[in-house]
T-cell receptor
Framework: KQEVTQIPAALSVPEGENLVLNCSFTDSAIYNLQWFRQDPGKGLTSLLLIQSSQREQTSGRLNASLDKSSGRSTLYIAASQPGDSATYLCAAYNQGGKLIFGQGTELSVKP | NAGVTQTPKFQVLKTGQSMTLQCAQDMNHNSMYWYRQDPGMGLRLIYYSASEGTTDKGEVPNGYNVSRLNKREFSLRLESAAPSQTSVYFC??????????FGQGTRLTVV
């Protein structure tokens, strides 16, 4: 059974810092991995999808990496801004196509 | 382009009542998902549909039924609502194991 864990559960940083959010999964036979952002009371917005054959993906100030052998993914946010404050969720696709989520990291970027 | 549309956005039910949450997508995706989100629990998969006419249980299927009668629509039914089913429900769609897109959610309260 695939389990996805995100550490830390909450993170507070000053504006301008570079930061890393961590995601680990128990079954290395994942197909793909996706990172999402969720603002309070809102739905999920897709940030990055890393396919199983890739090691990383970049979009603007965001960079996500995937290491299937160690069961880990990281989301790197460069030069953080108050507008980055949100909950960040990672989710792993298993071979059957199901998408399993971690519990999320709540990020607060202080001006 | 509407993406993933969920109805209703809010609902209050009495214990024992039944209701159906509707979800429709216009992106011609094969895969569709139903999740519930509770505080501190992340998103938990209720049911998954890989294609029209097929459904598969997720992590928390008890108390729910689903129907995928066509490619566009995936409905979630609560036959006899219980207070434990108070939650925010999200529907999502995607090409198989590729980027998933989420609706804005249905906030359900069972009293």
């Amino acid at each position: 059974k695939q389990e996805v864990t995100q550490i830390p559960a909450a993170l507070s940083v000053p504006e301008g810092e570079n930061l890393v959010l961590n995601c680990s999964f128990t079954d290395s036979a994942i197909y793909n991995l996706q990172w999402f952002r969720q603002d309070p009371g809102k739905g999920l917005t897709s940030l990055l999808l890393i396919q199983s054959s890739q090691r990383e993906q970049t979009s603007g100030r965001l960079n996500a990496s995937l290491d299937k052998s160690s069961g880990r993914s990281t989301l790197y946010i460069a030069a953080s801004q108050p507008g980055d404050s949100a909950t960040y969720l990672c989710a792993a696709y298993n071979q059957g196509g199901k998408l399993i989520f971690g519990q999320g990291t709540e990020l607060s970027v202080k001006p | 382009n509407a993406g993933v549309t969920q109805t209703p956005k809010f609902q209050v039910l009495k214990t024992g009542q039944s209701m159906t949450l509707q979800c429709a997508q216009d992106m011609n995706h094969n895969s569709m998902y139903w999740y519930r989100q509770d505080p501190g629990m992340g998103l938990r998969l209720i049911y998954y549909s890989a294609s029209e006419g097929t459904t598969d249980k997720g992590e928390v299927p008890n108390g729910y039924n689903v129907s995928r009668l066509n490619k566009r629509e995936f409905s979630l039914r609560l036959e006899s609502a219980a207070p434990s089913q108070t939650s925010v429900y999200f529907c999502a769609s995607g090409a198989r194991a590729l980027e998933a897109f989420f609706g804005q959610g249905t906030r359900l309260t069972v009293v």
